[in-house]
């Protein structure tokens, strides 16, 4: 295994294989800050240029780009409240907050450290798992998968901004926002009022460039100044900060990045929900939990953990079985056909060496995005302090290209200016964003995955899967953690809670 | 308009929404209403229980509802106070919403009508000039540019096919 590590790194040293790394890597940084682009666009326009070329520099470009989008998503997220794709989203929850109190460069910081530890750990628990994984990747079927679902629901309680009713409204409109389009199951076009557009649903990117670029940007031009007013609020926090914040909270990072690895193994999760329950869990287990939505570093540093592990975990299923976790290895595996390589089993004894190569890819990647991230966060740190009349426009006029980019069709922009209004009139009444995008992300997969279960395993499907009852109870206790805490803490105070 | 009476009218639209889903669900089979029908029935009830709570609450806890107080209150954003400092109001508030309405209207009318990259110059620089963040001559030079550099990483970097808007038959006649 030994000398397998050190062949898969020895390719990635030639001047082709880190030039392409590098050149993946910046164009990763510029997409992934780009609103509805990510890492699926990324790579698939990279496609064409994986012929010809050693397959590891090959490798090096296409998952450079990937892992480099991660965090292009986060520095938006952070700085304007607009996520790049899914992924970003509960990076907008502490930081926006923070670069509001003038501590964005903090943020960046403590996000680009902390996607880089959660990949190399994330890589390294890879490598450790490879020999392992196999037989606990087949035991997990789609009753486990609707618990990790329903896990990630569990976060809308720290999103309710003062009343958990109508953050549960807002949730319950998200989920049924996700039903519009063809039933997958039943192949039943459901609120789709006889259009063809609507067939296919609406698009998730689109949805999130409305729901905060939008509204955040019509919120910029009523308030008429900048998102930080420098003469009001100063940048008070240092690079340097952010960097000691992630390596303080190392048991955090690691939980987090340990949970983003198994939430990337598992095949059809997906990142946006790894990054969600990667901020569920920093709420639940932290000591202080009415911090979170208000700008702790916690809740910034455990989603891009985690999403930087999730990469290295999604390679998993990828090359052992040939599943791709997510759309990103499923373009992984189309390039793997070009380069003539075939995933399974053999992969993990034949192919070792290319395996520990695409490890070592991820580590090397990570590291140069926090060097390029960290070295840019003070210029990129200034950019909401720009005045609304520059930001209005320019945002808003990307956000519509964006939206028109990311399937071609013309009605995404439309799509995108109606969630707009939506997210600003839901922001004005405290019907949380956030909740109604965890409520889209997660209804499908729920629905899809109870729909199979039921199936399969019929109605009483959770005594015929004992892990998925032991998730279930997982779920629920930390679920009702942060009221059992709150109780607590008010009996103790001898508050009375009407 | 007091404030409990728009957040009235919020929750009556909730409401007319979620007993619409309700009503459409009857025309799919049962495993398509499955998930969507029980959902929208809660809605209904946590709806009517928001619309009850906050009559019957005072105008200051409107915010607050019967199961947040079993729960950490979030609240605001600790940010928001600092940063959302109140500005001098140069117009009624109602006036600067339709206006931000309006602009995003603007730039969708914008968008079908002459496309996707003319919309952008059109919209950005029409913006600058109107804001007067920029003259003619400044706003021109920089709105060309964002224009530029749009086209070419959208339309000439990452292939998106460009969108001509009613001018597309002027488009495919003369280019």
Same mark, same amino acid.
């Given at each position: 295994?030994?000398?397998?590590?050190?062949?898969?790194?020895?390719?990635?040293?030639?001047?082709?294989?880190?030039?392409?790394?590098?050149?993946?890597?910046?164009?990763?940084?510029?997409?992934?800050?780009?609103?509805?682009?990510?890492?699926?666009?990324?790579?698939?326009?990279?496609?064409?240029?994986?012929?010809?070329?050693?397959?590891?520099?090959?490798?090096?470009?296409?998952?450079?780009?990937?892992?480099?989008?991660?965090?292009?998503?986060?520095?938006?997220?952070?700085?304007?409240?607009?996520?790049?794709?899914?992924?970003?989203?509960?990076?907008?929850?502490?930081?926006?907050?923070?670069?509001?109190?003038?501590?964005?460069?903090?943020?960046?910081?403590?996000?680009?450290?902390?996607?880089?530890?959660?990949?190399?750990?994330?890589?390294?628990?890879?490598?450790?798992?490879?020999?392992?994984?196999?037989?606990?990747?087949?035991?997990?079927?789609?009753?486990?998968?609707?618990?990790?679902?329903?896990?990630?629901?569990?976060?809308?309680?720290?999103? /309710?901004?003062?009343?958990? &009713?109508? $953050? +549960?409204? #807002?949730?319950?409109?998200?989920?049924?926002? =996700?039903?519009? %389009? *063809?039933?997958?199951?039943?192949?039943?076009?459901?609120?789709?009022?006889?259009?063809?557009?609507?067939?296919?649903?609406? /698009?998730?990117?689109?949805? &999130?460039? $409305? +729901?905060? #670029?939008?509204?955040?940007?019509?919120?910029? =031009?009523?308030? %008429? *100044?900048?998102?930080?007013?420098?003469?009001?609020?100063?940048?008070?926090?240092?690079?340097?900060?952010?960097?000691?914040?992630?390596?303080?909270?190392?048991?955090?990072?690691?939980?987090?990045?340990?949970?983003?690895?198994?939430?990337?193994?598992?095949?059809?999760?997906?990142?946006?929900?790894?990054?969600?329950?990667?901020?569920?869990?920093?709420?639940?287990?932290?000591?202080?939990?009415?911090?979170?939505?208000?700008?702790?570093?916690?809740?910034?540093?455990?989603?891009?953990?985690?999403?930087?592990?999730?990469?290295?975990?999604?390679?998993?299923?990828?090359?052992?079985?040939?599943?791709?976790?997510?759309?990103?290895?499923?373009?992984?595996?189309?390039?793997?056909?070009?380069?003539?390589?075939?995933?399974?089993?053999?992969?993990?004894?034949?192919?070792?060496?290319?395996?520990?190569?695409?490890?070592?890819?991820?580590?090397?990647?990570?590291?140069?995005?926090?060097?390029?991230?960290?070295?840019?966060?003070?210029?990129?740190?200034?950019?909401?302090?720009?005045?609304?009349?520059?930001?209005?426009?320019?945002?808003?006029?990307?956000?519509?290209?964006?939206?028109?980019?990311?399937?071609?069709?013309?009605?995404?922009?439309?799509?995108?200016?109606?969630?707009?209004?939506?997210?600003?009139?839901?922001?004005?009444?405290?019907?949380?964003?956030?909740?109604?995008?965890?409520?889209?992300?997660?209804?499908?997969?729920?629905?899809?995955?109870?729909?199979?279960?039921?199936?399969?395993?019929?109605?009483?499907?959770?005594?015929?899967?004992?892990?998925?009852?032991?998730?279930?109870?997982?779920?629920?206790?930390?679920?009702?953690?942060?009221?059992?805490?709150?109780?607590?803490?008010?009996?103790?105070?001898?508050?009375?809670?009407? | 308009?007091?404030?409990?009476?728009?957040?009235?009218?919020?929750?009556?639209?909730?409401?007319?929404?979620?007993?619409?889903?309700?009503?459409?669900?009857?025309?799919?089979?049962?495993?398509?209403?499955?998930?969507?029908?029980?959902?929208?029935?809660?809605?209904?009830?946590?709806?009517?229980?928001?619309?009850?709570?906050?009559?019957?609450?005072?105008?200051?806890?409107?915010?607050?509802?019967?199961?947040?107080?079993?729960?950490?209150?979030?609240?605001?954003?600790?940010?928001?106070?600092?940063?959302?400092?109140?500005?001098?109001?140069?117009?009624?508030?109602?006036?600067?919403?339709?206006?931000?309405?309006?602009?995003?209207?603007?730039?969708?009318?914008?968008?079908?009508?002459?496309?996707?990259?003319?919309?952008?110059?059109?919209?950005?620089?029409?913006?600058?000039?109107?804001?007067?963040?920029?003259?003619?001559?400044?706003?021109?030079?920089?709105?060309?540019?964002?224009?530029?550099?749009?086209?070419?990483?959208?339309?000439?970097?990452?292939?998106?096919?460009?969108?001509?808007?009613?001018?597309?038959?002027?488009?495919?006649?003369?280019?």
């Amino acid at each position: 295994m030994l000398d397998a590590i050190v062949a898969g790194l020895l390719p990635l040293l030639t001047p082709q294989a880190l030039l392409f790394m590098i050149i993946g890597v910046l164009y990763g940084l510029v997409i992934g800050i780009l609103p509805g682009l990510g890492g699926v666009v990324a790579m698939a326009l990279l496609l064409p240029f994986t012929y010809g070329f050693e397959t590891e520099a090959t490798l090096a470009l296409l998952l450079g780009a990937h892992i480099a989008t991660i965090w292009g998503d986060s520095v938006t997220s952070i700085l304007f409240s607009v996520p790049g794709s899914a992924k970003g989203l509960a990076l907008c929850f502490d930081g926006y907050p923070m670069t509001k109190q003038g501590k964005a460069k903090r943020a960046l910081a403590a996000s680009a450290t902390g996607a880089m530890m959660g990949g190399v750990i994330g890589a390294v628990f890879l490598a450790l798992c490879i020999p392992v994984i196999r037989p606990v990747i087949l035991a997990l079927g789609p009753s486990e998968y609707l618990m990790m679902a329903l896990w990630g629901l569990t976060v809308i309680a720290t999103f /309710s901004e003062g009343s958990l &009713m109508k $953050g +549960l409204i #807002a949730s319950l409109l998200g989920v049924l926002v =996700a039903f519009i %389009g *063809t039933d997958v199951v039943t192949a039943t076009p459901r609120f789709t009022f006889g259009s063809e557009f609507l067939m296919e649903g609406i /698009s998730f990117p689109v949805a &999130m460039i $409305g +729901l905060f #670029a939008v509204s955040e940007m019509m919120k910029l =031009a009523i308030k %008429g *100044t900048p998102i930080v007013d420098r003469s009001v609020v100063k940048e008070v926090s240092t690079v340097w900060e952010g960097i000691t914040d992630a390596l303080r909270n190392w048991w955090l990072v690691m939980r987090s990045s340990i949970l983003g690895l198994w939430i990337g193994v598992l095949p059809g999760v997906g990142a946006s929900v790894a990054g969600l329950a990667a901020y569920a869990q920093a709420a639940q287990t932290s000591k202080t939990p009415e911090r979170f939505g208000k700008g702790a570093v916690e809740g910034v540093i455990a989603p891009d953990a985690t999403m930087g592990a999730n990469e290295g975990g999604g390679l998993m299923p990828t090359l052992a079985f040939g599943i791709p976790g997510g759309e990103s290895m499923a373009l992984l595996l189309v390039v793997f056909v070009g380069l003539g390589v075939v995933p399974g089993p053999e992969m993990l004894t034949k192919n070792l060496s290319l395996v520990f190569s695409m490890v070592w890819i991820i580590v090397i990647a990570n590291l140069c995005v926090t060097l390029i991230g960290l070295g840019i966060t003070p210029w990129l740190a200034r950019l909401p302090a720009l005045q609304a009349n520059l930001m209005v426009p320019t945002v808003l006029s990307v956000c519509a290209v964006g939206a028109y980019a990311v399937k071609g069709r013309i009605e995404d922009v439309l799509v995108a200016a109606v969630f707009g209004v939506l997210g600003y009139l839901m922001d004005k009444y405290r019907y949380s964003r956030a909740n109604f995008v965890i409520g889209m992300v997660l209804a499908l997969m729920i629905e899809r995955n109870l729909h199979i279960s039921l199936t399969l395993y019929g109605s009483d499907f959770l005594l015929k899967r004992p892990i998925a009852l032991a998730m279930l109870v997982f779920v629920i206790v930390t679920g009702a953690l942060p009221f059992i805490r709150t109780w607590r803490r008010r009996s103790r105070l001898g508050v009375s809670p009407t | 308009m007091s404030r409990l009476t728009r957040e009235n009218i919020a929750a009556v639209v909730l409401l007319i929404v979620f007993g619409g889903v309700i009503w459409l669900c009857q025309d799919f089979g049962p495993r398509a209403r499955m998930i969507p029908l029980p959902l929208s029935v809660f809605g209904v009830i946590l709806t009517v229980m928001q619309l009850v709570w906050q009559n019957v609450r005072s105008t200051e806890e409107l915010q607050m509802d019967l199961i947040a107080v079993s729960r950490p209150q979030a609240g605001a954003d600790a940010g928001d106070a600092a940063a959302a400092k109140p500005v001098p109001a140069k117009r009624p508030a109602w006036q600067r919403e339709l206006l931000a309405y309006g602009i995003v209207a603007l730039l969708i009318a914008l968008v079908f009508v002459i496309g996707v990259i003319p919309a952008v110059f059109v919209f950005t620089g029409g913006y600058f000039v109107v804001s007067r963040q920029y003259g003619w001559m400044a706003g021109f030079v920089y709105t060309s540019a964002y224009t530029a550099a749009i086209y070419f990483l959208f339309i000439v970097a990452l292939q998106v096919p460009p969108y001509h808007g009613l001018l597309a038959p002027l488009v495919e006649r003369y280019f």
